[in-house]
């Protein structure tokens, strides 16, 4: 009898108790773990990778706007400090100038307080004393290019 059984259970075909529609001959293509020891693989939040991107790009692009705002604070301060210098070279070669100006040296300009016009000298405030007929607008320097740079003041 012993024999008998081994016989019907070799006669008998193999069953897998799989369903094979749960079964893969790819197991390394599958979007998860196949095996329990498998690594996990979770699906990506394309959403929030996204959001993150785009928080970089306008974290970027403001520090780069914010540079390009600091440079033209200072394109406009440079602007202005030439248009001063521009305004001052005028007036002092409009100016009385009883002297020949050096490159390099500090002038004083002045306007008379009682006809207005205005006068180029090497007296600073200073050293007038109590009788200063002028008033004084602004310390210059005469520069290499015969422009004046302001020291102090400002017209």
């Not at 529609?21 to 990778?49: F, S």
């Not at 020949?100 to 004083?108: A, E, K, L």
């Not at 006068?119 to 007929?133: D, F, H, T, V, Y």
């Amino acid at each position: 009898m012993a024999e008998q059984k081994e016989q019907n259970k070799a006669d008998q075909a193999f069953v897998n108790p799989i369903d094979k529609d749960k079964v893969t001959e790819t197991p390394g293509l599958l979007p998860y773990a196949h095996t329990a020891g498998g690594a996990v693989i979770r699906p990506e939040d394309k959403g929030q990778i996204r959001g993150n991107a785009m928080t970089a790009m306008y974290d970027q692009t403001d520090r780069q706007m914010e540079q390009l705002r600091q440079q033209m604070e200072t394109l406009m301060g440079q602007a202005k400090s030439l248009q001063n210098r521009m305004a001052v070279s005028e007036i002092i070669y409009q100016a009385d100038v009883p002297f020949q100006p050096v490159i390099h040296h500090i002038y004083h300009l002045y306007q008379r307080k009682t006809d207005g016009r205005h006068l180029l000298s090497m007296i600073a405030p200073e050293e007038w004393g109590r009788r200063n007929p002028y008033e004084h607008l602004a310390s210059v320097r005469l520069l290499g290019d015969h422009t004046w740079e302001v020291l102090a003041g400002g017209v």
